[in-house]
């Protein structure tokens, strides 16, 4: 692959005057004002002991200066971004975890809990603010007393740095930047079941997959993404942030997913897609029906569903919402985000698949490392330029995902004979009542069938004799009621009686992870939901 092997080479793609980065209020950073800013504050975190190898932490609410943080922590050394809302003792324990070496924060009240759980690991703290009008985006950057007065000669706003130097591989790098092998972003996973592993991914496969997923979406310079997704999150710094700008367009960063605010933010900043994980477009088809004439209006080239599988009928009413296609994409962190997806028009995309691989070998395999046949069921398996190398210092986790090469996903799908990717739940989330497998997201597709069901989520809960039961929790659709036995006796017309919930709880919402993403593993606990005394 010829390209950017860097994240900074990444930043290299826009032409100098074209947007690049634009903020709620409409005001505009340019590629050419976005790549001296980020050399600038990369100098500045050089110029306070920051090496390529170091892990810079960064805690702050989604935004432009999120954004920019995130690509100057990247430029200088290892980004590693964190939910901002989490408590000190969270923060406390990822910063000894990643070993941090400074944290980049807001200088204000919001930041008080980063910079508390930093003076206890003793990671340095570096507190970078926004400031400026519309159309003229500054960071000021400023270290913490301690460093003060070891750093009087490097003040706040100094000068950016000198323009870079040429690569081997053609690219711009700031000097003394990281190369290709160097871990540009470290991530966690979710923890559900155990301690969080360290997920490293190195600079040349965030730029390879940036570059990916721009290709398989033919982005170009006229395309701008509405960045709606958390930016401690790989959808979002890849699919939302790397991608738009690894191809010259442009990013248009909120403050975070906010359905009340979502249609005026399309008629405001006028991106030509934006992506998010299924409950967000639920959200979306909430107050659809109010802001109709706007969807249409909006223009919008696609619509991206990736992180969990995207139900049928969701799929459906996006499309009619926005007339436009909905393209459902797969990716995980070990990834580098995304791993399948489906084409664009002309292109063939199947519905209640995934795609086919995107920049990655792809193969189902069973518990024997042997490739399945087209429609058998498998273990989801990868390997290719965006894969991780292997978990950081945790040899028993990359023993157990690695295999021959591959690194097995934990997913559970089949391909067609067109190489299309179908999923059938994650292997641990599938629920084994008294030996007869159930789908989560078969139970969801038939919930959702219903007209008073708006979100729904399956899970399994323990059950004294089966081992585990069918449960479920769906939101209500405006305006409707939800009687549980009612909707049993429903999903019973489409379902085998096994796969059919005992128990249906009708929520305001349904739980979430930081991400926006359903978690199925321990809802029940969460519920409070008992072992069942039924057979």
Not at 97 to 102: E, I, T, V, Y
Not at 208 to 219: D, E, P, W
Not at 491 to 506: E, G, H, T
Request: aromatic share 4%; proline share 7%.
């Amino acid at each position: 692959m010829t390209g950017p092997m860097t994240l900074r080479g990444l930043l290299d793609a826009g032409t100098d005057h074209a947007p690049a980065i634009v903020s709620p209020d409409g005001s505009v950073l340019t590629h050419g004002e976005l790549r001296a800013e980020v050399d600038r504050l990369a100098a500045r975190l050089r110029s306070l002991g920051v090496g390529p190898a170091d892990r810079i932490a960064i805690v702050m609410p989604n935004g432009p200066e999120m954004a920019i943080a995130f690509l100057a922590a990247g430029c200088a050394g290892c980004a590693a971004p964190l939910n901002p809302k989490y408590r000190t003792s969270e923060l406390r324990f990822y910063l000894d975890d990643l070993g941090a070496k400074a944290l980049i924060t807001r200088p204000d009240d919001s930041g008080a809990d980063a910079r508390d759980a930093a003076r206890t690991a003793e990671a340095g703290v570096l507190s970078v603010a926004l400031t400026g009008t519309a159309g003229s985006i500054d960071l000021s950057a400023a270290p913490s007393s301690s460093e003060s007065s070891a750093q009087d000669d490097h003040s706040p706003g100094s000068e950016p740095a000198p323009a870079g130097s040429q690569s081997p591989g053609g690219e711009s790098a700031a000097p003394h930047g990281p190369s290709a092998d160097d871990v540009a972003l470290v991530l966690h996973t979710s923890g559900t079941t155990s301690r969080p592993k360290i997920v490293p991914l190195r600079q040349r496969n965030l730029a390879r997959s940036a570059v990916g997923i721009a290709a398989s979406l033919t982005l170009t310079a006229e395309d701008r993404s509405l960045q709606v997704m958390p930016l401690f999150h790989i959808h979002g710094l890849l699919a939302g942030l790397l991608a738009p700008l690894s191809s010259g367009g442009a990013v248009a960063c909120t403050e975070g997913f906010d359905a009340f605010r979502f249609f005026a933010q399309l008629e405001a900043l006028r991106p030509s897609y934006y992506t998010a994980v299924p409950t967000m477009h639920q959200m979306v088809l909430s107050r659809a029906e109010r802001h109709r004439d706007a969807a249409r209006s909006a223009g919008l080239r696609f619509v991206r569903s990736s992180s969990a599988s995207l139900p049928t009928p969701v799929l459906t009413e996006l499309g009619e919402l926005f007339a436009a296609p909905v393209i459902e994409a797969y990716g995980m962190t070990e990834a580098t985000h995304q791993m399948c997806a489906n084409p664009l028009p002309p292109g063939a995309a199947k519905p209640r698949s995934v795609g086919v691989a995107t920049g990655i070998e792809l193969a189902v395999l069973d518990h024997r490392n042997r490739p399945q046949a087209p429609g058998e069921r498998g273990e989801v398996s990868i390997k290719g330029p965006t894969v991780i190398d292997g978990y950081e210092n945790n040899p028993e986790a990359n023993e157990t995902a690695f295999t021959d090469g591959w690194f097995r996903t934990g997913d559970e799908g089949y391909l067609d004979d067109d190489g299309y990717l179908f999923l059938t739940g994650r292997l641990k989330e599938q629920i084994n009542r008294g030996g007869e497998k159930v789908s989560p997201l078969e139970v969801d597709e038939a919930l959702l069938a219903h007209p008073a069901v708006a979100q729904a989520v399956t899970f399994a809960m323990p059950h004294p004799k089966l081992g585990e039961e069918v449960a479920a929790a769906v939101v209500a659709a405006d305006g409707s009621n939800i009687d549980e036995r009612e909707l049993r006796r429903f999903l019973a017309q489409s379902l085998a009686a096994f796969k059919v919930p005992r128990r249906v709880l009708v929520l305001d919402e349904l739980p979430k992870g930081a991400t926006g993403k359903l978690q199925r593993i321990g809802l029940a606990e969460r519920l409070g939901l008992a072992p069942s005394d039924h057979d």
